[in-house]
């Protein structure tokens, strides 16, 4: 069956990196695009990141573009989000979500699977 | 972008047909036929249950439907069951190659 399953959240002062990771499984991975997406506590989902299957296109939210770097390796089945100069607003439950396919490298814009998702933190 | 809007609660009895609103803007729910709606039981993870608007994926039952009208969409739920009982939330493509969702709504069934 479909997984996704998140790691690499923490507790990390501002200013601070961190590196999450998500291990897809149970599907072809490399044929989906993938999107991370964040809850901060008591508040409403926001969309982060999304990377093409083949992992050439990359786009972002304003509120973490040129902080969080999205990447994946198909040969691994992993995402990862890398996220430099953090501050206390990006403290959230960050999940992967897998986008829906209809044709492989053609975006659909919806979401068919998501991971139970990591907790990161942003204190001092 | 802003959080697309949606009523914090809506209520039915069971066989009652309930809907729920997505207000956004011409910038994402009125510019794209790409609106999908999610429920999300307590502890579990989202279940897609329409997409583009309008579309039931399989296994989704179609007491569930969604239409779009200007800048709102709207998810409908006939013929309302106790294991409707969930969060519900919307979710659109926006200008700019970015996505954003709406503000949950907890529907109960009395």
């Known amino acids: 069956q479909v997984q996704l399953v998140e790691s690499g959240g923490g507790v990390v002062q501002p200013g601070g990196s961190l590196r999450l990771s998500c291990a897809a499984s149970?599907?072809?991975?490399?044929?989906?695009?993938i999107h991370w997406v964040r809850q901060a506590p008591g508040k409403g989902l926001e969309w982060v990141a999304v990377?093409?299957?083949?992992?050439?296109?990359?786009y972002y939210a304003d509120s973490v573009k040129g902080r969080f770097t999205i990447s994946r390796d198909n040969s691994k089945n992993t995402l990862s989000l890398q996220m430099n100069s953090l501050r206390g607003e990006d403290t959230a439950v960050y999940s992967c979500?897998?986008?829906?396919?209809?044709?492989?490298?053609?975006?659909?814009?919806?979401?068919?699977?998501w991971g139970q998702g990591t907790l990161v933190t942003v204190s001092s | 972008q802003s959080a697309l809007t949606q009523p914090a609660s809506v209520s039915g009895s069971p066989g009652q047909s309930i809907t729920i609103s997505c207000t956004g803007t011409s910038s994402d729910v009125g510019g794209y036929n790409y609106v999908s709606w999610y429920q999300q039981h307590p502890g579990k993870v989202p279940q897609l249950m329409i997409h583009e608007v309008s579309n039931r994926p399989s296994g989704v039952p179609d007491r569930f439907s969604g239409s779009k009208s200007g800048n709102t969409a709207s998810l409908t739920i006939s013929g309302l069951q106790a294991e409707d009982e969930a969060d519900y939330f919307c979710c659109s493509y926006a200008t700019g190659s970015s996505y954003v969702f709406g503000t949950v709504t907890k529907v109960t069934v009395l």
């Open positions: 979500v897998r986008e829906a396919i209809l044709v492989v490298g053609v975006a659909t814009y919806y979401f068919d699977y």
């Open positions: 149970g599907f072809t991975f490399n044929n989906h695009a």
């Open positions: 990377i093409s299957n083949d992992g050439n296109v990359k």
